[in-house]
């Protein structure tokens, strides 16, 4: 009988190169033009709704949430980089890396609602104009990508005492969280300039 050679399961590993193999598949496929295209009619009905007509309507409303969001991202992003920064040892460093942690991560949950509330008012008031938009399924994908990063890898990585995992890997962290919010705050401002 031959030694059967030991392999010690790694689901996040296999779910994360699952999904990138799915992403992968979703943007070379036929699939991704079609969903797109399925998507207009959707878009078209949301520029219908109360919140579309209410933005299109009223400037000052808009402009409202539109300053909201801002100052909801604004929250977002110093959380990002208040947590990274501690990270990668350049912030806080007499703080227990648990505890500044654990207060970022609940600032990062009522940042991220208020991001999405504003950003689906706003999304109403303009719907087709960033459906066609390139930039804005950027930012949209690099959203989702900080969001499922961070509540994916990020947080189950750090929840247990940030004192078990090794250094480089809390620095890892924190570059990579750090690159994809970078990206989401590049592609939104991307949106303010095409628009």
Same mark, same amino acid.
């Given at each position: ?63 409202? @949430?539109?300053? /909201? ?7 977002? +992003? &110093?959380? #990002?980089?208040? *947590?990274?920064?501690? !990270? ?61 990063? @961070?509540?994916? /890898? ?7 005492? +940030? &004192?078990? #995992?090794?250094? *480089?890997?809390?620095? !890892? ?23």
């Amino acid at each position: 009988m031959a030694p059967s050679l030991p392999v010690p399961p790694y689901p996040r590993t296999v779910a994360v190169c699952a999904a990138i193999a799915t992403g992968l598949w979703f943007a070379l496929s036929d699939l991704r033009v079609d969903l797109w295209v399925g998507l207009l009619p959707f878009f078209e009905w949301l520029e219908t709704t109360p919140l579309g007509v209410i933005g299109k309507t009223w400037g000052a409303a808009f402009a409202v @949430v539109q300053a /909201v969001h801002l100052l909801a991202m604004a929250a977002l +992003g &110093g959380t #990002v980089l208040v *947590a990274d920064g501690q !990270l990668l040892g350049l912030v806080f460093r007499d703080r227990p890396l648990p505890d500044l942690q654990r207060q970022c991560d609940r600032l990062f949950d009522r940042a991220l609602v208020l991001v999405v509330l504003t950003g689906v008012f706003m999304v109403c008031a303009v719907a087709v104009k960033v459906y066609y938009l390139e930039v804005f399924w950027y930012k949209m994908l690099a959203l989702a990508s900080g969001v499922l990063f @961070v509540y994916l /890898v990020r947080r189950p990585l750090l929840r247990c005492d +940030g &004192g078990s #995992v090794a250094p *480089a890997t809390r620095r !890892l962290v924190g570059v990579a969280s750090l690159m994809i919010w970078f990206s989401v705050a590049a592609t939104g401002r991307w949106i303010g300039f095409s628009g």
